[in-house]
């Protein structure tokens, strides 16, 4: 596989989740029937790529781990998060591969529990 339908393959994953983050941030500000419409568009956009071997994983809400298949931004202390515990609390961008094979690492913002004093 040529490194531009890689790079390609890439940029369409994160464009097609980036687009279906959008539309879940505005439909409560969109007519229904758009809503409906673009909810539907973007299903079939990302059901596209899976049918051909396009893997696009959000890992928000996920354990985290040493060795996940993430790029870790930024930790964050957050009084919610059980002791001891670590889960992914924002993706920013999502893991995309392509046949099992890893493209791209998510890059994420991993959420855990305050260091005690």
Not at 31 to 42: F, I, N, S
């Amino acid at each position: 596989m040529t490194e531009d339908l890689l790079s390609f393959l890439v940029a369409y994953a994160r464009e097609a989740w980036r687009l279906r983050e959008r539309i879940k941030s505005y439909n409560p500000q969109l007519p229904p029937d758009a809503a409906a419409a673009l909810e539907r568009a973007t299903i079939r956009l990302l059901q596209l790529g899976s049918r051909y071997g396009v893997e696009i994983i959000d890992p928000t809400g996920e354990p985290y781990f040493d060795g996940a298949s993430v790029h870790v931004l930024a930790f964050q202390e957050r009084p919610d998060i059980p002791e001891g515990s670590q889960v992914i609390g924002e993706t920013v961008q999502p893991t995309v591969r392509y046949r099992g094979q890893l493209l791209y690492p998510g890059e994420v913002i991993v959420y855990r529990s305050p260091r005690r004093a």
